[in-house]
């Protein structure tokens, strides 16, 4: 199944924007709300095209899987999920409303993390048995999270996982071969099938949300982003970019490296956490420069800075900083967790996470000066930690025991062929 997605309305006119401005907004403040919503736009079509990309090239892979034919399509999987995490800088409930028909929010689907390798691959894995369960649409849909939070079927890291497998090494991501998916065994044909409709069901729910954000601030005054007043709109921008700092630090930074340390590493069967990183930071950056920044050096004035007044600099250099100290940084999560905390490299993470938070300080700083923000400092969900998945592990092992809850409730097909 494919997804068209249509072309997105064009955004009105700036010079439109002489004829809004009222006693509440300023020229340059509606310059900035359209600077936001195009570059939301464009960031929501890209993401859109690389994960339809990836699909792609998984169906290439999957017609013809060897080593030439991997490499690419992990390739394809590095490029669409950096493109979906310069998404971040535009989340807020004003920003990413996307909500399927039972009222879900694609996001928890699409970046679910951690994801337990046993629960795919174990001795009663879902694609490693001869389960009653088929693979298909809505059996992926059907087991993702259903009985513990790293039961993850559907999204970037279950496809990761298949891509890469268990990363063994410290210095290495994981060395999944090609032969894996190679043949009509079991495991094999399963592989197959669950990767190809992974993809399909990602871009499905990319395309969701590029449709909705589309419809939601397309070229119409009326629409209700354009209706927001001045205090809503420039308040949940900051609130959001604040809180997407703060959520960098913590998830990529604080929390792999804290008491929990290891237990959520961010993208690690690809060991690509950092790239992440820097595709988060540069997202914040594009929204304050109003442009995306190609290299480093292009955090130059624009965009949202001529509201900052004197704290622009001071703020672009943090995320220039920001974005410099985690492209000189290892590659290797697990090597860092493992690390004394006083080595140089532990140290320079330690720095990166406070400059992300002193970022957010500024740009909060910065919604006092504008009379805006009154939000409070928004609290973004972290993936769970080892103890409550262990709890919902040993709960959901007892119900099993017990006879309560059977392995895997998903229906009692027998047929294991992949249907869509």
Not at 129 to 140: G, P
Not at 370 to 390: E, N, Y
Not at 406 to 418: D, E, F, I, K, R
């Given at each position: 199944?494919?997804f068209?997605?249509?072309?997105?309305?064009?955004?009105?006119s700036?010079?439109?924007?002489?004829?809004q401005?009222?006693?509440?907004?300023t020229?340059?403040?509606?310059?900035?709300?359209?600077?936001?919503?195009?570059l939301?736009?464009?960031?929501?079509?890209?993401?859109?095209?690389?994960?339809t990309?990836?699909?792609?090239?998984i169906?290439t892979?999957?017609?013809?899987?060897?080593e030439?034919?991997?490499?690419?399509?992990?390739?394809?999987?590095?490029?669409?999920?950096?493109?979906?995490?310069?998404l971040?800088?535009?989340?807020?409930?004003?920003?990413?409303?996307?909500?399927?028909?039972?009222?879900?929010?694609?996001?928890?689907?699409?970046?679910?993390?951690?994801?337990?390798?046993?629960?795919?691959?174990?001795?009663?894995?879902l694609?490693?048995?001869?389960?009653?369960?088929k693979?298909?649409?809505?059996?992926?849909r059907?087991?993702?999270?259903?009985?513990?939070?790293?039961?993850?079927?559907?999204?970037?890291?279950?496809?990761?996982?298949?891509?890469?497998?268990?990363?063994?090494?410290?210095?290495?991501?994981?060395?999944?071969?090609?032969?894996?998916?190679v043949?009509e065994?079991l495991?094999?044909s399963?592989?197959?099938?669950?990767?190809?409709?992974?993809?399909?069901?990602?871009?499905?729910?990319?395309?969701?949300?590029?449709?909705?954000?589309?419809a939601?601030q397309?070229?119409?005054?009326?629409?209700?982003?354009?209706?927001?007043?001045?205090?809503?709109?420039?308040g949940?921008?900051?609130?959001?970019?604040?809180?997407?700092?703060?959520?960098?630090?913590?998830?990529y930074?604080?929390?792999?490296?804290?008491?929990?340390?290891?237990?959520?590493?961010?993208?690690?069967?690809?060991?690509?956490?950092?790239?992440?990183?820097r595709?988060?930071?540069?997202?914040v950056?594009?929204?304050?420069?109003?442009?995306w920044?190609?290299?480093?050096?292009?955090?130059?004035?624009?965009?949202?800075?001529?509201?900052?007044?004197?704290?622009?600099?001071?703020?672009?250099?943090?995320?220039?900083?920001t974005?410099?100290?985690?492209?000189?940084?290892t590659?290797?999560?697990e090597?860092l967790?493992?690390?004394?905390?006083?080595e140089?490299?532990?140290?320079?993470?330690?720095?990166?996470?406070a400059?992300?938070?002193?970022?957010?300080?500024?740009?909060?700083?910065?919604?006092?000066?504008?009379?805006?923000?009154?939000?409070?400092?928004?609290?973004?969900?972290?993936?769970?930690t080892?103890?409550?998945?262990?709890?919902?592990?040993?709960?959901?092992?007892?119900?099993?025991e017990?006879?309560?809850?059977?392995?895997?409730?998903?229906?009692?097909?027998?047929?294991?062929?992949s249907?869509?």
């Amino acid at each position: 199944m494919r997804f068209i997605l249509p072309c997105f309305a064009a955004l009105v006119s700036l010079a439109s924007c002489s004829s809004q401005i009222t006693s509440d907004w300023t020229e340059s403040e509606l310059l900035f709300r359209e600077s936001c919503l195009s570059l939301a736009q464009k960031d929501h079509q890209n993401a859109w095209a690389a994960a339809t990309a990836l699909r792609d090239s998984i169906s290439t892979f999957a017609a013809q899987p060897d080593e030439a034919t991997l490499a690419e399509t992990r390739k394809a999987w590095r490029s669409a999920h950096v493109s979906w995490m310069r998404l971040h800088a535009h989340g807020g409930p004003d920003f990413l409303p996307c909500q399927d028909a039972q009222g879900q929010v694609p996001a928890n689907r699409i970046a679910a993390e951690p994801v337990s390798e046993s629960f795919l691959e174990g001795e009663q894995g879902l694609l490693t048995t001869d389960a009653v369960i088929k693979i298909n649409r809505d059996s992926l849909r059907k087991a993702h999270r259903l009985y513990a939070p790293d039961e993850v079927s559907t999204g970037f890291h279950a496809i990761e996982f298949l891509l890469w497998g268990t990363d063994h090494d410290l210095d290495h991501p994981g060395t999944r071969a090609a032969a894996d998916f190679v043949g009509e065994s079991l495991a094999a044909s399963r592989r197959r099938a669950a990767l190809i409709i992974a993809s399909r069901l990602l871009v499905e729910d990319l395309t969701l949300c590029a449709h909705q954000w589309s419809a939601f601030q397309a070229d119409n005054e009326n629409t209700r982003l354009r209706r927001l007043s001045r205090k809503e709109f420039l308040g949940d921008r900051l609130d959001t970019l604040a809180a997407t700092c703060d959520q960098l630090a913590v998830h990529y930074l604080e929390h792999p490296f804290g008491k929990q340390a290891g237990v959520n590493e961010p993208s690690r069967f690809s060991d690509t956490g950092f790239d992440d990183l820097r595709a988060g930071i540069r997202g914040v950056a594009s929204v304050i420069t109003g442009r995306w920044p190609e290299v480093a050096s292009d955090y130059r004035q624009g965009g949202f800075n001529s509201l900052l007044g004197g704290q622009s600099d001071e703020l672009l250099k943090l995320l220039r900083d920001t974005e410099l100290l985690a492209a000189q940084s290892t590659p290797s999560y697990e090597r860092l967790v493992l690390a004394p905390a006083a080595e140089a490299e532990r140290q320079r993470l330690t720095k990166l996470a406070a400059d992300l938070h002193q970022c957010a300080s500024l740009i909060r700083d910065a919604g006092k000066k504008l009379a805006v923000s009154t939000a409070p400092v928004r609290t973004l969900p972290v993936p769970g930690t080892l103890k409550a998945l262990d709890a919902e592990k040993r709960s959901r092992d007892a119900a099993i025991e017990a006879g309560k809850m059977p392995s895997h409730v998903l229906g009692n097909q027998t047929n294991t062929q992949s249907t869509y």
